[in-house]
């Protein structure tokens, strides 16, 4: 079945260092993409999107684009903050559209002052 | 607007015991998702709730149920608790059953003792 595996945690990096989080799916056709970001006791909520092969999807400095042919979607982002500090989760909804989403499971990302 | 909401906010119950979380979508939803997040795992899709059916189901038991109100509004209700039960529940909505954006509620943190 469709499924989202992304680096295993905790991430810890100084402030205004460049960040990548690795994201693979596996998927049938083409799935939309998205990065979730959920800050400490609050809701998850959407950060990007891509809906459709080489598309990049970018919000609040971060950026990620849809590689069909790697079957990937990294999150990156040239300079973090404090503020950035949380859960993100890479996640798909299948070619279906059967509207569930389907969730990796997740990278704690620490920004030290 | 007021977002997705959900009550209550933490819940304590003992095995073998029912619980029932509630969810106001938000306005201007009427497709009501919920997931189960163990701790330190990604959401798994439980069901989804449109025109007060359950339209999509994920690997979850049927002492799991819910139920949607001509308001939109939806509960999920889970019967004969065990202590892998121990969750965080979200409830997400969308404007409708095509659309994969969703918004999450700040969920429910259930534990079972």
């Known amino acids: 079945g469709d499924s989202v595996t992304q680096m295993e945690g905790p991430v810890t990096l100084s402030e205004e260092a460049f960040l990548t989080i690795n994201c693979t799916y596996t998927?049938?056709?083409?799935?939309?993409l998205f990065w979730y970001v959920q800050y400490p006791g609050e809701g998850l909520q959407l950060l990007l999107k891509?809906?459709?092969?080489?598309d990049k999807g970018s919000n609040k400095g971060f950026e990620a684009t849809y590689r069909k042919e790697t079957t990937s979607f990294h999150l990156e982002k040239g300079s973090v903050q404090v503020s950035d500090s949380a859960v993100y989760f890479c996640a798909l909804t299948p070619m279906n559209r059967d509207d569930k989403i389907i969730f990796g499971k997740g990278t704690r990302l620490h920004i030290l002052p | 607007d007021a977002g997705v909401t959900q009550s209550p906010t933490h819940l304590i119950k003992t095995r073998g015991q029912q619980v029932t979380l509630r969810c106001s979508p938000k306005?201007?939803?009427?497709?009501v998702s919920w997931y189960q997040q163990a701790l330190g795992q990604g959401p798994q899709f439980i069901f989804q709730?449109?025109?007060?059916?359950?339209?999509q189901r994920g690997n979850f038991p049927d002492r799991f149920s819910g139920h949607q109100f001509p308001n939109y509004s939806s509960e999920l209700n889970v019967n004969a608790l065990l202590l892998g039960d121990s969750a965080l529940y979200l409830c997400a909505s969308s404007l409708d059953r095509t659309s994969y954006e969703q918004y999450f509620g700040p969920g429910t943190r259930l534990t079972v003792t």
């Open positions: 998927a049938t056709g083409y799935p939309s």
């Open positions: 891509a809906t459709k092969a080489d």
């Open positions: 709730y449109y025109e007060e059916e359950e339209r």
């Open positions: 306005s201007g939803h009427d497709t």
